[in-house]
């Protein structure tokens, strides 16, 4: 008996508990999906028992259907599956525990025990999970000659009982989690040339945010500024969205040309972050984005204190996240490999911020800074600024 049209099992977690928004989330979340395999043979995506059910036309697309489905936020877990019709599963469930069979012998690799874990959607079918489980754990044991083992075995074949069907599958790929992008409002992070402000900005776009990103850059005009590396990392996250990504460039020169004779070296890092914070704060109000995100962890360098964090913004406006704020260099790093972002983050690039003074003061005062801001003229490098930012479309994803 084989069964050439596989279907994709995608398991959600926390759109379960959403109430009576449940259907948007999962309206959204189905429709990203359908984005994402855009240009696969897919046949339909409907929601069925708790899940939403990918089905094929084209059986030797479905690792690569799994791979794209991985990145989508809101999905939890997902499985290839082969789905069994419930009229030809067999009294005895002979049919079912032929399919688990020819895939345990597919997939068992170098597996010493098994063991099969029945969940039955549909609690009217006559056979219980155990006896389910015994059926079919005989045909799949006489298959591969291995002993059962119900706790910590090393191979496991799942079976899904719904209404009409039955799933059969041997693995569980894990998704990033978190809600359904485009679904929890719009956010604009900035975005640097290292390994944490990218690491921020999906983790935002892992709670359903859509971030626009605003970098800064030396040099007088955008052409000039080495932007490539920037670009790639704004395409990698690009993966991980169903929309296309927007990328500002703002310069640097309008903070500096003011600060220079100004600002003492102890001062120049804690100016030039509130600087880009309060530029970016004005620009996320033009563009409609109600947050600004940074990769800011405590701690982790010198402008990064409690007491310079709370006096370069005392004045904005909208919510500041810093979604790294207690994770320390490794943990960053982890999840920057995670996602893909690490191995061009660590590439040479001159970041505007290792230009400025490299012993800046520890406890920086919101009073001082802001009556420094003040002799600078800090509102006219900011108008400057925003007149100068230019806008980049990252349509396509890329590595």
Known sequence: ????????????????????????????????????????????????????????????????????????????????ATAVPRACLGDDLAGLGEVAAALARRDVGNARTFRVDTR???????????????????????????PVRLHGADFTVHVLMLRNEALIFTQRLPGPGGLPASSGGRVMTLLSGGIDSPVAAWMLMRRGCRSD???????????????????????????????????????????????????????DMVLFRRYMLKVAEQLARRTDCHALVTGDSLGQVASQTLY????????????????????????????????????????????????RSPHPILRGRAREVLALSE????????AEALEAIEKMVITEPGA
């Open 1 to 80: 008996m084989t069964f050439d049209t596989p279907v994709l099992a995608v398991h959600y977690a926390e759109i379960a508990l959403k109430g009576r928004n449940r259907h948007a989330f999962l309206r959204r979340l189905r429709n990203n999906i359908l984005v994402a395999l855009k240009g696969e043979p897919v046949s339909h995506v409907n929601h069925i028992e708790s899940r939403l059910l990918v089905r094929l036309d084209d059986a030797t697309r479905a690792d690569a259907v799994a791979a794209k489905l991985q990145r989508v936020f809101g999905v939890q877990w997902l499985s290839v």
């Open 120 to 146: 039955r959607s549909d609690r009217n079918f006559p056979l219980v999970s155990t006896e389910i489980n015994r059926l079919v754990g005989n045909a799949v044991g006489e298959a591969i000659q291995l």
């Open 213 to 267: 990103f605003i970098h800064f850059y030396t040099g007088r005009t955008a052409a000039e500024a080495d932007a490539a590396k920037i670009l790639r990392l704004a395409a990698i996250l690009r993966e991980h969205t169903p929309t296309d990504l927007h990328l500002y460039l703002a310069p640097t020169y309008p903070y500096e040309s003011r600060a220079i004779g100004v600002i003492a070296e102890s001062h």
């Open 308 to 355: 310079n964090l709370g006096a370069i913004g005392p004045d904005v406006r909208l919510p500041v996240f810093r979604p790294l704020i207690g994770t320390d260099k490794v943990e960053i790093s982890a999840l920057a490999r995670r996602i893909g972002t690490f191995e061009t983050s660590i590439e040479p690039y001159r970041d505007c911020c290792s230009l």
């Open 375 to 382: 002799r600078m003229d800090m509102d006219g490098a900011i």
